[in-house]
């Protein structure tokens, strides 16, 4: 009787624990998002309201916005067509988006950071030069050199980019584990900022002269 008892608390444990090991709040879908008692105030949950199922039709699984090149005449040398929920609503509560990306010779999608997303990517045409780094303390550098067919994984919330090496143009797609991935621009975030931060700050965090810091700021606004 004992070890039957016994064996019955070990089973409830187990499950208690798995029931807890399971639950948890959803991965947040905006930077901010501040909480509220009064319903009529509030602005959106986390996602987009969802439209009533008996008016869904094809076309809100449908998107065709990947299938134009995106214009690369810009500092840079690249950019970047989203399909998110902000721009393909069909995308709601599947937690999965893409992206285009155009690279004119020797272009480069900037070193930035998805907070929210993991991100598959894929060399359709060119040669591409990808990589991330890991985080504090180790800074582990992992790149390698991508040609059409090719394919890179990068972590969630890691320091990425890719480079094009070759001497024509590149076109990559990307698949992301997130409705909303969202992007954080390093240099943009860090020099463009509104309002700007203290380029004091700045100077000793780069350790950069302080009027470096003022010029890349002045690009940047």
Do not use: W
């Amino acid at each position: 009787m004992k070890k039957g008892v016994s064996f019955l608390v070990a089973v409830a444990f187990m499950a208690l624990a798995s029931i807890l090991t399971s639950a948890f709040d959803p991965s947040p879908l905006q930077d901010i998002c501040v909480g509220i008692n009064d319903p009529k105030n509030a602005v959106f949950v986390n996602g987009k309201f969802c439209k009533d199922p008996n008016l869904t039709v094809a076309d809100d699984f449908f998107y065709q916005g990947l299938k134009n090149p995106g214009d690369t005449q810009n500092l840079v040398g690249s950019s970047v067509t989203f399909a998110t929920i902000e721009q393909f609503p069909g995308l709601n509560t599947l937690g999965i988006s893409m992206v285009r990306i155009d690279y004119a010779p020797y272009g480069v999608n900037t070193p930035h950071i998805h907070p929210r997303a993991a991100e598959i990517f894929t060399v359709l045409d060119g040669t591409l030069l990808a990589g991330f780094v890991t985080s504090n303390p180790e800074h582990r550098f992992f790149s390698k050199v991508l040609n059409k067919g090719d394919v890179f994984a990068f972590p969630v919330g890691l320091l990425h980019f890719q480079y094009n090496i070759g001497h024509t143009n590149a076109v990559a797609i990307a698949a992301l584990s997130s409705q909303y991935p969202g992007v954080i621009t390093i240099a943009n975030t860090t020099f463009g900022s509104n309002p700007p931060i203290n380029p004091d700050i700045l100077a000793k965090s780069f350790q950069l002269d302080k009027k470096v810091v003022q010029y890349l700021q002045a690009r940047f606004q």
